[in-house]
């Protein structure tokens, strides 16, 4: 297969030009050039910017194109446009926050997606990341229709993740001590390894896949208690303790969920869906998942020789705090 993909150095990109590499298919990356431009030199490498500089796309062909980074309509309906004669296939990597209403369990992919009052808008933040996505999707199929595979995938984890949203349980959890555990441990809570998401991915563009398809972990449902407490049997040296402070006390010391401690929803009803995402299509179509502790272990592992290369948006909670918020905790 000839396979394109927009990215493909960084995070999932990353992980899907090796799967690629390692399938032997002919691998092409469209890039800026510069995240690490020595990856993948058995690839052919495209330099330009999907914001205005996409010559070095005209004139090729490809069986399909993977876009792992596109986040505005305008400019993913550029690429788009574009490559609509110079490929089979287009797979577009958006992502479950298109769907606007968290309040039930199990939404699937036929629910709604989010709109936007001003489709023009460019400023991306967390009332404007998902719709941006919705429009993006419309703006693939629109430019291929019937020729393209939406791909919504939930919290992306795993080694060479620069948003340290899951990372920040692995690496703390392995430091030991008294760990501040947010919430309800039975709160339900949703993954994919980014390694497994890849080999999804590359899957499904041999296959020729089209569609919307829900890619999200783990196969059985699981908690954050279960995320926690496999850290703990992996990771972590004796006598550490997870301390489990509830929701009512967090919110009035202003622990922020999700930011401050990453895939905490702090008890809201409201998002009481966010963490129970369906997704029965994506499996019967062959996603698998890695057992939870060797993404732990993978991911603390890569977090301990990380070379700095990728900006990381590092832990939001600092060891200070923790300590601050345990003591009151025990002490209220």
């Given at each position: 297969m000839k396979l394109l993909v927009l990215?493909?150095?960084q995070f999932l990109g990353r992980h899907i030009a090796a799967e690629a590499l390692e399938r032997?298919?002919?691998?092409?990356?469209?890039t800026r050039g510069?995240?690490?431009?020595?990856?993948?030199?058995?690839?052919?490498?495209?330099?330009?910017?999907?914001?205005?500089?996409?010559?070095?796309?005209?004139g090729g062909s490809w069986d399909v194109v993977v876009d792992c980074s596109g986040y505005l309509p305008r400019v993913v309906a550029d690429s788009a446009r574009l490559l609509a004669a110079a490929v089979e296939r287009y797979v577009f990597i958006s992502s479950v926050s298109v769907y606007p209403d968290y309040s039930r369990p199990g939404i699937d992919?036929?629910?709604?997606?989010?709109?936007?009052?001003?489709?023009?808008?460019?400023q991306i933040d967390e009332h404007t990341y998902g719709p941006l996505k919705a429009l993006c999707e419309r703006a693939v199929e629109e430019a291929l229709p019937g020729r393209a595979l939406i791909v919504?995938?939930?919290?992306?984890?795993?080694?060479?993740?620069?948003?340290?949203?899951f990372t920040y349980w692995p690496v703390r959890i392995a430091a030991g001590g008294r760990v501040l555990a947010p919430g309800d441990p039975s709160a339900p809570a949703q993954w994919i390894d980014a390694r497994d998401l890849a080999a999804f991915v590359v899957d499904q563009a041999e296959h020729r896949s089209t569609g919307v398809v829900n890619a999200v972990g783990p196969a059985q449902p699981a908690t954050l208690g279960e995320l926690l407490e496999t850290c703990v049997c992996e990771l972590a040296p004796p006598g550490?303790?997870?301390?489990?402070?509830?929701?009512?006390?967090?919110?009035?010391q202003e622990v922020e969920p999700w930011s401050d401690l990453p895939l905490y929803l702090g008890g809201d009803p409201s998002m009481i869906g966010f963490e129970q995402i369906s997704g029965e299509r994506a499996r019967a179509a062959g996603l698998r998942h890695r057992p939870l502790a060797d993404t732990v272990r993978d991911t603390l592992a890569w977090h301990r020789q990380d070379d700095g290369e990728i900006a990381r948006s590092g832990f939001k909670l600092?060891?200070?705090?923790?300590?601050?918020?345990?003591?009151s905790y025990r002490n209220r």
């Open positions: 990215g493909g150095t032997r298919h002919q691998l092409t990356l469209f510069r995240t690490r431009p020595g990856l993948f030199p058995a690839a052919e490498h495209l330099i330009g910017d999907r914001d205005g500089r996409l010559d070095a796309l005209r992919e036929s629910a709604a997606v989010a709109t936007i009052e001003d489709e023009t808008v460019e919504r995938p939930g919290l992306i984890v795993g080694p060479d993740d620069p948003t340290d949203r550490t303790e997870l301390c489990w402070v509830d929701d009512a006390f967090l919110a009035d600092s060891r200070e705090r923790e300590s601050e918020l345990l003591a």
